[in-house]
């Protein structure tokens, strides 16, 4: 007996945090907005707008090269309370449609429609319906993705961009993925991705032709996944309720830092905002990892696992020292630092009263 197909909708809002901008003020619309840091620092864009996005600006780039393509871009600190409020707004609209919503981000979650009541049966018209609803509720614009599966709806959903909806139905997404760049597949990061050129595979095609027991030498854990979408199948569940693995936080410096003890006080508050962190989502770790990024931009990170879990700066600031002494700090200037607690478990009742928590 077959499984029934499913259908899958990946909601990606276009451009999310300018957009909030624009809608949040009307002078901003039409104009090249970028959200992030500043560009006469060290800031990283966040997003930006489409009117930006033609100047060849996009996500993840320094903020100084920005302005250098577009002079007259306007720079906007992000306001992340915002984004979160109408990103929960957002979620609403899709829980009215089916409770099975994995969020990804702020902007984007995959939603399985498969036993949605009415619309014909039809998922796309569901998503059609979605969209619709954002639109009038929040004055925004999303894009959707509508297939049998997770990796061929985000697939679809960046086919259209922006305010698209696009369909791969399923005797279409072999020879969908057979097409693709290997580049363009979910886990496939830079390093994989060049490590798959060397080998000859740079489509699903030609990722399609390796026998598993071939895949599994090369890629290991991944290959049984890669297998399987070289083929466009994606049997990984719509997650309602994602675990959170890890709390962190950093910071990027406008001066590198050159001594030990500046390090540990810009690391202090870096691990004030981790403890509040965990103490709002009621969680302690058993991992401490600090990460640390170079004048040249070459990033490592140091781990300590222990026995009794993290949850305070009491807890981290004395392993956070001892890490830095693993690393190259004393002879390289730093630009970012980085914690992360992972490992994560609930805290259990007694310790939460111990941490000063209201019940």
């Keep these: 007996m077959t499984e029934p197909v499913r259908k899958i909708i990946h909601i990606d809002m276009d451009a999310f945090y300018a957009a909030v901008e624009q809608r949040d003020n009307p002078e901003l619309r039409g104009l090249p907005v970028v959200v992030g840091g500043s560009p006469e620092g060290r800031g990283v864009v966040a997003t ?29 600190r992000p306001r992340f309370e915002v984004y979160r409020t109408v990103s929960r707004q957002i979620q609403a609209i899709f829980r009215d449609y089916t409770e099975l919503v994995e969020p990804l981000s ?3 979650a995959y939603l399985d429609v498969t036993g949605t009541p009415g619309f014909h049966g039809s998922a796309t018209l569901v998503a059609q319906d979605i969209k619709q609803r954002i639109r009038e509720e929040t004055g925004l614009v999303a894009s959707a993705g509508v297939s049998y ?9 960046d086919l259209d961009k922006p305010d ?33 050129y060397g080998l000859g595979i740079r489509t699903g095609a030609d990722l399609r032709r390796w026998p ?19 083929r466009g199948v994606d049997r990984r569940p719509v997650q309602p309720s994602r675990e959170r693995k890890s709390v962190g936080a950093e910071n990027t410096f406008p ?9 540990l006080a810009e690391l202090q508050p870096l691990a004030a905002k981790v403890e509040a962190a965990l103490k709002r989502r009621r969680l302690q770790g058993m991992t401490l990892t600090l990460k640390v990024k170079y004048a040249d931009f070459q990033q490592i990170t140091r781990s300590r696992t222990v026995q009794q879990p993290y949850s305070t700066v009491a807890d981290m600031l004395p392993v956070l020292d001892a890490l830095l002494d693993e690393t190259e700090v004393d002879r390289r200037p730093v630009r970012l630092l980085g914690v992360t607690v992972s490992g994560l478990a609930p805290v259990e009742p007694a310790e939460v009263e111990q941490l000063g928590f209201t019940w």
């Design 48 to 76: 930006c707008s489409y009117e930006a996005r033609r100047f060849g600006i996009h996500s993840a780039m320094p903020a100084a090269r920005a302005v250098r393509l577009c002079p007259d871009a306007v720079f906007i």
């Design 106 to 108: 702020l902007d984007e």
């Design 149 to 157: 599966n997770k990796f061929l709806a985000k697939q679809a959903s």
């Design 164 to 196: 698209g909806l696009y369909l791969i139905r399923p005797e279409e997404g072999e020879a969908f993925v057979a097409a693709l760049p290997v580049g363009r597949f979910h886990g496939v990061g830079k390093a994989t991705e060049g490590k798959m």
């Design 212 to 230: 598993l027991p071939e895949l599994q030498q090369a890629f290991g854990k991944r290959a049984a996944f890669y297998f399987d979408i070289a």
């Design 255 to 263: 001066a590198d830092l050159h001594r030990k003890d500046a390090m």
